[in-house]
Antibody, heavy 123, light 107 residues
Framework: EVQLVESGGGLVKPGGSLRLSCAAS????????MSWVRQAPGKGLEWVGR??????????DYAAPVKGRFTISRDDSKNTLYLQMNSLKTEDTAVYYC??????????????WGQGTLVTVSS | EIVLTQSPATLSLSPGERATLSCRAS??????LAWYQQKPGQAPRLLIY???NRATGIPARFSGSGSGTDFTLTISSLEPEDFAVYYC?????????FGQGTKLEIK
């Protein structure tokens, strides 16, 4: 069974930093492209960024609002995805989800999300 | 960045009625359009992928159609558990983008 469990959220002051983790299980993490998606309180969903598998280059892509401030990384030995968030702003306050979406061997699209972790940026 | 515009913002219907939700893209996304359902305090749940394919375990009352820039999610006969917020998502271009959501509420 695929499981994604986020942790590391909390209260941080504007300008501060925080690192989120997403522990993955139930699949071969090293082969997976992984993403972070966030949702501000009472608002819609917003893509944060993604990281490809190392065999596909391991490169990252970010949405414009977080580019240059957030860094996505992975530790395949620990089956863990990370989101390093620096220079945090009040508008970064949101629930942060990690997600995996992929086509399985039968061609069906599979989509898995964690339960989310809340980040609150406030003085 | 591709902008997805969902309409209506809120849809008020009764159980048993048919719901039609729209998602329009600012440029073609081919068929790389998905629909999600989200209930309060929960992660989004994939309903439809690639415009018209039901995800695993999704009831047949949910259907999707469209290609290019105009897409529709139809719920043929609303069940009480269907009242939630619905989002469309395009995976054609990076960054992937979501629509702003349609709230389906009980009339």
């Amino acid at each position: 069974e695929v499981q994604l469990v986020e942790s590391g959220g909390g209260l941080v002051k504007p300008g501060g930093s925080l690192r989120l983790s997403c522990a993955a299980s139930g699949f071969t993490f090293s082969n997976a492209w992984m993403s972070w998606v966030r949702q501000a309180p009472g608002k819609g969903l917003e893509w944060v960024g993604r990281i490809k598998s190392k065999t596909d280059g391991g490169t990252t892509d970010y949405a414009a609002p977080v580019k240059g401030r957030f860094t996505i990384s992975r530790d395949d030995s620990k089956n863990t995805l990370y989101l390093q968030m620096n220079s945090l702003k009040t508008e970064d306050t949101a629930v942060y989800y990690c997600r995996r979406g992929y086509y399985d061997s039968s061609g069906y699209y599979r989509d898995y999300w964690g339960q989310g972790t809340l980040v609150t940026v406030s003085s | 960045e591709i902008v997805l515009t969902q309409s209506p913002a809120t849809l008020s219907l009764s159980p048993g009625e048919r719901a039609t939700l729209s998602c329009r893209a600012s440029q073609s996304v081919s068929s790389y359009l998905a629909w999600y359902q989200q209930k309060p305090g929960q992660a989004p749940r994939l309903l439809i992928y690639d415009a018209s394919n039901r995800a695993t375990g999704i009831p047949a009352r949910f259907s999707g159609s469209g290609s290019g820039t105009d897409f529709t999610l139809t719920i043929s006969s609303l069940e009480p558990e269907d009242f939630a917020v619905y989002y469309c998502l395009q995976r054609s271009n990076w960054p992937n983008t979501f629509g702003q959501g349609t709230k389906l509420e009980i009339k």
